[in-house]
């Protein structure tokens, strides 16, 4: 079992929807788990924390279950800006500086 | 302000050729770290630091060679170019440990070897 496990997609929603894509991870003991988005030949950039209590910024919601071992990200009122890949970041180990980055979900936001 | 700024952008070498990749950033941070990214991989940790002349390695180090003279600059060495090496690679630098608050990225550097 992968470390890091997304959905490849592609997910192609229209605008104004709602869109979730989850990504599982296989070590119980990881400590940190991170949303990154990466834009088409661009460089990946942090789009959220992802907390126990769960966050949300703005129109991004972050969850994380950790008794079933997954992480979710949801974008509502979804807008032509968010189409980009979704990458799945989580930190294995604690004191560990070795992050396992999923290969990403790519979402399309469809006019 | 600059960030992360990784040179070259672009390269093409020929199997068994060096080169030296320079990422420099100017946000003090004392972490940064080498990643290549290849097509259906996710992105993975070559070598890194956690402070000036300290270097660690990665997930994938084997025929990379990394320094940290400076603070600001984590430098990547190819020594003798091979075909599995063609990859982005990306430069990273956090202020702090475990990827908390987030990686800055270089914009990245597409080497292909031939």
């Known amino acids: 079992r992968k470390e890091v496990e997304q959905d490849p997609g592609p997910f192609n929603v229209p605008e104004g929807a709602t869109v979730a894509f989850n990504c599982t991870y296989s070590n119980s003991a990881s400590q940190s788990f991170f949303w990154y988005r990466q834009d088409c030949r661009k460089e990946p950039k942090l789009l959220m924390s992802?907390?126990?209590s769960g966050n949300e910024d703005g129109r991004f919601t972050a969850q994380l279950n950790r008794a079933s071992q997954y992480i979710s990200l949801l974008i509502r009122d979804s807008k032509l800006s968010d189409s980009a890949t979704y990458l799945c970041v989580v930190n294995p180990n604690f004191g560990n500086e070795k992050l396992t980055f999923g290969t990403g979900t790519r979402l399309t936001i469809i006019p | 302000n600059a960030g992360v700024t990784q040179t070259p952008k672009f390269r093409v070498l020929k199997t068994g050729q060096s080169m030296t990749l320079l990422c420099a950033q100017d946000?003090?941070?004392?972490?940064m770290y080498w990643y290549r990214q290849d097509p259906g991989m996710g992105l993975r940790l070559i070598h890194y630091s956690v402070g000036e002349g300290t270097t660690a390695k990665g997930e994938v180090p084997d025929g990379y060679n990394v320094s940290r003279l400076k603070k600001q600059n984590f430098l990547l060495g190819l020594e003798s170019a091979a075909p599995s090496q063609t990859s982005v690679y990306f430069c990273?630098?956090?202020?702090?440990?475990?990827?908390?608050?987030?990686?800055?990225f270089g914009s990245g550097t597409r080497l292909t070897v031939v």
């Open positions: 992802v907390y126990s």
């Open positions: 990273a630098s956090s202020g702090s440990s475990m990827g908390l608050g987030g990686y800055t």
């Open positions: 946000m003090n941070h004392e972490y």
